[in-house]
T-cell receptor, first 111, second 114 residues
Framework: GESVGLHLPTLSVQEGDNSIINCAYS??????FIWYKQESGKGPQFIID?????DKRQGQRVTVLLNKTVKHLSLQIAATQPGDSAVYFC??????????FGGGTRLMVKP | SAVISQKPSRDICQRGTSLTIQCQVD?????MFWYRQQPGQSLTLIAT?????????ESGFVIDKFPISRPNLTFSTLTVSNMSPEDSSIYLC???????????FGQGTRLTVV
């Protein structure tokens, strides 16, 4: 079946810089997207979500962008901090309440 | 939001045995889910735990291997049966509080099968 696709890169950024994590999805019927942060030894933690009737949504230091034309989702983290170091997953919802997760990106913040 | 407690947080088990993982939520929820996260990988949905009826399993997962209970709206268990080293993973319980919002996760159970 269709799935959210995200190769497994590791993104290394300098503390204070902005980070951009990308995700491609393949199911055009998906209408709800979520970014999760997973720290070592913990379950995924909700960061921000966006519905398909929006292109952009901002939170505290985070922004999610949705480009439905090319089925692309991105997470921008402003002024990245050491505490942002984690694995980040995008997830899509396209059939009721089921989530399909992407492969994850490891963010490493250098002090 | 919802606070989810999973037990045990980790275990090392002998092959051929079974382990039951418990998931307790601090509020009544309609939807509860069980995921598997293999080492260094993303989350894969095992099944949806339905209160009062059998769980709904995803492709590649069967009830005989992963029996699930959902006796009420705040509790569920996942059993990993007849374990082999390939079952070594993190198992995560998740809930949704309704309305197609974000899912909340427990801290996971790290299972190692030797």
């Amino acid at each position: 079946g269709e799935s959210v696709g995200l190769h497994l890169p590791t993104l290394s950024v300098q503390e204070g810089d902005n980070s951009i994590i990308n995700c491609a999805y393949s199911n055009s019927a998906s209408d709800y997207f979520i970014w999760y942060k997973q720290e070592s030894g913990k379950g995924p933690q909700f960061i921000i979500d966006i519905r398909s009737n929006m292109d952009k949504r901002q939170g505290q230091r985070v922004t999610v962008l949705l480009n439905k034309t090319v089925k692309h989702l991105s997470l921008q983290i402003a002024a990245t901090q050491p505490g942002d170091s984690a694995v980040y997953f995008c997830a899509e919802n396209n059939a009721g309440n089921m989530l399909t997760f992407g492969g994850g990106t490891r963010l490493m913040v250098k002090p | 939001s919802a606070v989810i407690s999973q037990k045990p947080s980790r275990d090392i088990c002998q092959r051929g045995t079974s382990l039951t993982i418990q998931c307790q939520v601090d509020s009544q929820v309609t939807m509860m889910f069980w995921y598997r996260q293999q080492p260094g990988q993303s989350l894969t949905l095992i099944a949806t735990a339905n209160q009062g009826s059998e769980a709904t399993y995803e492709s590649g997962f069967v009830i005989d291997k992963f029996p699930i209970s959902r006796p009420n709206l705040t509790f569920s268990t996942l059993t990993v049966s007849n374990m082999s080293p390939e079952d070594s993973s993190i198992y995560l319980c998740s809930v949704e509080t309704g309305g197609r919002t974000e899912a909340f996760f427990g801290q996971g159970t790290r299972l190692t099968v030797v």
